[in-house]
């Protein structure tokens, strides 16, 4: 199901900084994460999963589609064994308010899963070092295969039932 887009280009100012959020627990807010630029996309947010699926979903506080499927997303993640697969989420929520607001956010929410923050003094660059083809709207979820190929690129706001079949598709 393709649902929803909501586009806010200037607010994926490149380089995936600020925090990881605890795999299972959100015991309190995220702490920092080393800047990841957009050239290391593939070497820090892929390169750890290898060898085994990895959902990388993209959204933001302030876009309602990625709020609503917010909940799909976590109840697959806790349904998943981390052995199984991997998920991240990376936000392009701006870096003035996203140090505050997504983790508020996931906290009220009690989402979970890895949380990465975008900030990058160039948009443009950091959405080529993810995906050529992605205008920059959100929410954007990429899959890949243990092997590290990309095998579902869903655009809009998904259902469980999409996240679980794209799962399903990375796993073979």
């Known amino acids: 199901m393709s649902g929803r887009l909501v586009s806010r280009r200037q607010a994926l100012a490149a380089c995936l ?25 593939a070497k820090k947010v892929l390169a750890p999963a290898k060898g085994k699926p990895l ?24 349904e998943t064994d981390p052995k199984d697969a991997g998920f991240v989420l990376v936000s392009v929520d701006s870096p003035k308010v996203g140090p505050k607001a997504v983790p508020k956010f996931l906290e009220k929410t009690k989402v ?12 443009q660059t950091f959405i080529d ?22 095998v579902a690129r869903l655009v809009g706001s998904q259902t469980k039932a999409d996240f679980a079949a794209a799962l399903a598709k990375a796993k073979g």
């Open 17 to 41: 900084v600020p925090w990881v959020v605890g795999r299972r627990a959100l015991a309190e807010p995220a702490k920092p994460l080393v800047t990841l630029a957009p050239a290391d996309y």
């Open 55 to 78: 959902v990388v979903n993209f959204w933001a506080t302030w876009c309602e589609p990625c709020r609503e499927e917010m909940p799909a997303l976590q109840a697959l993640f806790d």
């Open 112 to 123: 979970t899963i890895p949380c990465f923050l975008v900030a990058s003094p160039d948009p």
């Open 129 to 150: 070092s993810v995906d050529e083809s992605w205008d920059g709207s959100v929410p954007f979820t990429l899959v890949y295969s243990a092997k590290g190929m990309r």
